[in-house]
């Protein structure tokens, strides 16, 4: 199998603190990571990737010192919101994709999220 | 216009019915098609790939890639209330580290 995990799946947090989002695969190395985001009744944008050992690469408009990503290690990697505001409201969702193998599809398996409510 | 177009429904079906769902893109570099199914406040769980044209049968699902007209569709035969979802395509280029594009989603109902 291809399991993702996301701790926690849900979090309220007051306006102003920080909340660290894990995701982790169980029963793989990933190389690389990619987190996204999901508005109600829209699409997963995804806001940054990130390589084991190396920076992430962040998307357009989404801020790198607000959204902090560490990829520790070929199984975890971090997403940490700080300053929170209730505009961050939203789920999020992290994919890992497996260790570069001899096949030309890139698959990527996905955690189950988490849903952030900032008050 | 957007990378990729999806209808977001709702489409709402009788059990055992076809169900098809379709997607567009503009972006001719794209050769890696997913189909995922997102159920409500789940991640989405991968049903299908495709790489370039073609079809890709899986039990009661095929997966088709029309390259021409940028064009592809999920068909779920016999459906089930079980495949009350969302279904989100996605797709990548080569050589885009397979950073997905994803379409809105299209919400489907399978009524008993």
């Known amino acids: 199998g291809a399991v993702v995990s996301q701790h926690p799946s849900w979090v309220i947090c007051k306006s102003g603190t920080s909340v660290k989002i894990e995701c982790r695969s169980l029963d793989f190395q990933a190389t690389t990571m990619f987190w996204y985001r999901q508005f109600p009744k829209q699409s997963l944008m995804l806001m940054a990737t990130s390589n084991e050992g190396s920076k992430a690469t962040y998307e357009q408009g989404v801020e790198k010192d607000k959204f902090l990503i560490n990829h520790a290690s070929l199984t975890l990697s971090t997403l940490t919101v700080t300053s929170a505001h209730p505009e961050d409201s939203s789920f999020y969702i992290c994919?890992?994709?497996?260790?570069?193998?001899?096949?030309?599809?890139?698959?990527?398996?996905f955690g189950p999220g988490t849903r952030l409510t900032v008050t | 216009q957007k990378e990729v177009e999806q209808d977001p429904g709702p489409l709402s079906v009788p059990e055992g019915a076809i169900v098809s769902l379709n997607c567009t893109y503009s972006?001719?570099?794209?050769?890696?098609f997913m189909w995922y199914r997102q159920y409500s406040r789940k991640g989405p769980e991968l049903l299908m790939y495709?790489?370039?044209?073609g079809n890709k049968e899986d039990g009661r699902f095929t997966a088709q890639v029309d390259k021409s007209s940028k064009y592809i569709s999920l068909f779920i035969r016999d459906s089930q209330p079980s495949d009350s979802a969302t279904y989100l395509c996605?797709?990548?280029?080569?050589?885009?580290?397979?950073?997905?594009?994803f379409g809105k989603g299209t919400k489907l109902s399978v009524k008993p």
């Open positions: 972006n001719s570099a794209f050769q890696y």
């Open positions: 996605a797709m990548s280029a080569r050589g885009s580290q397979g950073n997905l594009i």
């Open positions: 495709t790489y370039s044209s």
């Open positions: 994919s890992a994709r497996k260790r570069r193998t001899s096949g030309r599809i890139l698959e990527q398996y």
